[in-house]
């Protein structure tokens, strides 16, 4: 089954600062990975989308990386900004569904 | 890009009645939907698949029951929460996908159901 962990479980910067969040997964069989964004009360934002041959994805100040054989990816928000106040999660699809870490919360202070 | 529609996005209802929530794919044919179940501060837990026109698959511990998936059309799918309870209050996240297994899917807005 599998096991997705995402570290840290929340982080709070001041603005400006570039943002580093975590994403582990136990099975690298995967047809690919992605990052979304939930503001709280609402759905998912598809951030991201790697899949499993590709390395890296980058959109504006989002960079995502996915290294399959160490179960590792790696989601970069450069100068970050209030309005990246949010909580972020990692899922994997692996035949059918999605598998979803628990989330990193993040603030962005002013 | 593609469109999922849920509705409603909020709920209040009184215990022992039944509620539907349901997704729609706008632009797009959906020959496979999701739907997600999350308590606060959790990840999103999956409880079913659903393929048009045929029964949906459930996650184990999911009640069938109690968690009606109807998949009629390639753009709607319903999950009616019969006899709620307040346990059963949660946020449902629906998902769709047009094609094969590696394709992106596409998230609803989500239905926050409270069961007083």
């Known amino acids: ?110 | 890009g593609a469109v999922v529609s849920q509705h409603p996005s909020r709920v209040i209802c009184k215990s022992g009645t039944s509620v539907k929530i349901e997704c729609r794919s706008l632009d797009f044919q959906a020959t496979t939907m999701f739907w997600y179940r999350q308590f606060p501060k959790q990840s999103l837990m999956l409880m079913a698949t659903s393929n048009e026109g045929s029964k949906a698959t459930y996650e184990q511990g999911v009640e069938k029951d109690k968690f009606l998936i109807n998949h009629a059309s390639l753009t709607l799918s319903t999950l009616t929460v019969t006899s709620a309870h307040p346990e059963d209050s949660s946020f449902y996240i629906c998902s769709a996908r047009e094609g094969m297994a590696n394709e992106k899917l596409f998230f609803g807005s989500g239905t926050q159901l409270s069961v007083l």
């Open chain 1, 1 to 110: 089954k599998q096991e997705v962990t995402q570290i840290p479980a929340a982080l709070s910067v001041p603005e400006g600062e570039n943002l580093v969040l975590n994403c582990s997964f136990t099975d690298s069989a995967i047809y690919n990975l992605q990052w979304f964004r939930q503001d709280p009360g609402k759905g998912l934002t598809s951030l991201l989308l790697i899949q499993s041959s590709q390395r890296e994805q980058t959109s504006g100040r989002l960079n995502a990386s996915l290294d399959k054989s160490s179960g590792r990816s790696t989601l970069y928000i450069a100068a970050s900004q209030p309005g990246d106040s949010a909580t972020y999660l990692c899922a994997v699809q692996d035949d059918y569904k999605l598998s979803f870490g628990a989330g990193t919360t993040v603030t962005v202070r002013a």
